[in-house]
């Protein structure tokens, strides 16, 4: 077969993919995860083995709307209805990367949004608990983590702004909508030796990435994103 021709192939192959009923789909759903975290991720330096292996094990696909399942493995963020959305899969493992996440670990996750983050972390953890300020989200990701089997997640509707005062300190703490400035709160409730990942700013956006030491904090800043804001309830905003 010529060059040509088997580019052809190729593509005739990815377009019957494509085409492939979401009922017909576990095999098919299973080799675009691997695909995805081999050219998406590994290829882009991720390292720690737990973290791909949990990549490689959440169904990405069940948490995006049912019509754009056929798109959950794609280098990108999704939208998940309510103006919000599913981060890019890279930036869910770095992140994850990032924030250090060990096997007895407690972790605190602001902005549930689908339920994926929360639900790749809780492969890695003890204690997934993550805060979701749009009630609607928050019971849809609530009832889908309790399908799959995540009995380790506890999602709470309310705002993340406060953190979760009752539950801290916490191992680490990951923040997946950005505020203008870090909360405060967040950073009493980490542990020593715990760290907070948070994209922070308005139209030009930074993710960082703050330790918990015994002398007080360190904070570096690791690459520009864009996420969506972080939202205040507005009786708790005094700019609203
Ligand atoms: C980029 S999406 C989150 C993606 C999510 N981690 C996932 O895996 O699908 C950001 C989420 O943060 C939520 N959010 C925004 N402000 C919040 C706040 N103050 N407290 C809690 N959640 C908030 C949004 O409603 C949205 O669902």
């Known amino acids: ?23 017909s ?19 882009r330096g ?10 490689r094990k959440v169904p990405r696909h069940r948490f995006v709307p049912e019509d754009l399942a056929e798109q ?27 924030v250090d996440p ?23 953890v003890t204690k997934v608990l993550t805060i979701e300020i749009v009630p609607v ?13 995540y009995g380790n997640v506890e999602v709470v509707t309310g705002d993340g702004w406060k953190g979760l005062p009752e539950a801290a300190p916490f191992d680490g ?6 505020p203008a400035e870090i909360p405060p ?15 922070v700013g308005r139209r030009k956006q930074m993710l960082r990435v703050v330790e918990r030491t015994e002398e007080g904090f360190s904070e570096r800043g690791e690459y520009p994103v864009r996420f969506v804001p972080l939202t205040r309830k507005p009786e708790s905003d005094p700019e609203r």
């Not at 991720?46 to 990549?55: G, K, Q, S, T």
């Open 102 to 124: 060990q096997p007895g670990d407690t972790v605190l996750e602001i902005g549930t949004g689908s339920g994926y983050q929360a639900a790749v972390l809780a492969e890695l």
């Open 72 to 98: 959950a493995y794609r280098d990108g963020p999704l939208p998940i209805g309510q103006a919000q959305t599913i981060s890019q899969p890279f930036i869910v493992a770095s992140m994850t990367e990032l």
């Open 1 to 23: 077969m010529t060059a040509k021709r088997r580019l052809a192939a190729t593509w005739a192959a990815c377009a019957l993919m494509g085409t492939t009923s979401v009922n």
């Open 185 to 199: 709160a967040l950073l009493e409730q980490l542990a020593v030796g715990a760290k907070l990942v948070i994209p």
């Open 173 to 178: 703490i990951v923040v997946t909508a950005a």
């Open 46 to 55: 991720i390292r720690n083995p737990r973290v791909l292996a949990a990549l």
């Open 137 to 149: 989200l928050a019971t849809r990701s609530r009832a889908l983590l309790a399908e799959l089997g």
């Open 25 to 43: 789909e576990p095999e098919d759903f299973g080799r675009r995860r691997e695909a995805m975290v081999r050219e998406q991720i590994e290829a």
